[in-house]
Each structure stands twice: as C-alpha cells, then as structure tokens.
Nanobody
Framework: QVRLVESGGGSVQSGGSLRLSCVLT?????????LAWFRQVPGKGREGIAA???????NYEESVKGRFTISRDYAKKTLFLQMDSLKPEDTAIYLC??????????????????????WGQGTQVTVSS
C-alpha cells in the first residue's frame, strides 16, 4: 500500500512564497517511484505542474518554470515543491501523486494524470492580489 500526505499550503500575497511537502509511506523503496505535483481548481481539470523521477530528471509545466522547484529527499521520504513569485492564478488545491513502483523510469517525467496511481488528499494554496 502506498500513502501520500501533503502539507504546507496556506494563504499568501502575490509575490510571496510557500513550500509544500508530501510524505510517502510505502513498503517499496522511495527511489522506485516517479512523483509529481498537480493542482486543481473547482470546475476545472487536474493540471500537472512538476514531476521528478528517481534518477533526478525533472519536468515543469510552462507557467511555473523559473518560479517553482520540485525536489526529493530520500532520507525523509518526502517530495517538496518550493513555490516562489506566487500569482493569484496559482490559487488551487495542490496534490502529490506517485506512479506504480519499480518502473524503468521516464525520459521525461510525465505531467499527465493517467501515469499516476496514488494520490494525496491535497492542500489548499490561496494567493491574493
């Protein structure tokens, strides 16, 4: 069984920063998963914004490039998302996701939801202007 628990959301003003965390609990080794951050706004689909594979490859959605940084900490079994220069349009519920363990890895870590099997419950991020 794989479990993901996010934390770190909150309310900030435009231009501010937040750091999201996602702790993975699993019998499988942390470095057998590709992990990603998605966000969802009510009434809209889930959007993949950043992914990090176990070999260090990362991928970002265009609108967050240069502002968000995804990272992994093996010892803490935690995925992070550092979000800087936040904008009101970044307001959403942020969820982390994990693919099936033991894969061969991706040339480019995917940002599409169907690649991921396990999802966290989400954490709310609100950016005011």
């Amino acid at each position: 069984q794989v479990r993901l628990v996010e934390s770190g959301g909150g309310s900030v003003q435009s231009g501010g920063s937040l750091r999201l965390s996602c702790v993975l609990t699993s019998a499988y080794d942390f470095n057998t998963f590709c992990l990603a951050w998605f966000r969802q706004v009510p009434g809209k689909g889930r959007e993949g914004i950043a992914a990090a594979d176990f070999d260090g490859r990362t991928n970002y959605e265009e609108s967050v490039k240069g502002r968000f940084t995804i990272s992994r900490d093996y010892a803490k079994k935690t995925l992070f998302l550092q979000m800087d220069s936040l904008k009101p349009e970044d307001t959403a519920i942020y969820l982390c996701a994990a693919d099936d363990p033991g894969g061969l890895g991706y040339t480019t870590p995917p940002l599409t939801g169907y690649h991921y099997r396990t999802w966290g419950q989400g954490t709310q991020v609100t950016v005011s202007s």
